[in-house]
């Protein structure tokens, strides 16, 4: 179940967090046998970190309202060396550093990928929604 975490949508509302502009918009594997999505989760902290596989990475070549209006997307992102657990989601997040004030954004499943200690390559939605649409 990919969802927008409802603390995100806030914070988008009020400027808290510009998907195009800040510096710490990342993205990390999850573990879904280790966390599952909640509505009430709002930061990092929120998710054990059994659940995080690999080292978050942040997005680069980030846009908005393309290719229409209300749509998130950005370069497909190399996650480097990974291992870990098989994972079946994506955790978009900014990261302030500490993982008390790391705002969750998303939570995105619907595939599988094992570690082996190489690179990873997330590549993001081509259609209209691309990584996310509002």
């Not at 998907?19 to 509505?39: C, P, R």
């Not at 080292?55 to 290719?67: E, G």
Request: proline share 5%; charged share 15%; hydrophobic share 45%.
């Amino acid at each position: 179940m990919s969802a927008m975490f409802p603390s995100a949508k806030a914070l988008l509302l009020t400027a808290g967090i510009d998907l195009e502009n800040d510096s710490g918009i990342k993205v990390i594997l999850i573990d879904s046998a280790d966390y599952t999505y909640n509505s009430a989760h709002d930061f990092l902290n929120d998710v054990p970190v059994a659940a995080r596989v690999g080292t978050a990475t942040a997005l680069a070549s980030r846009t908005i309202d393309q290719p229409s209006p209300g749509v998130f997307d950005a370069a497909d992102t190399s996650l480097l060396t990974v291992t870990g657990d098989p994972s079946e989601a994506i955790l978009l997040f900014k990261d302030t550093g500490v993982e008390a004030t790391s705002s969750l954004i998303a939570y995105i499943d619907g595939f599988q990928v094992t570690p082996n200690g190489g690179t990873i390559v997330l590549q993001y939605d081509s259609g209209p929604n691309r990584i996310m649409a509002l």
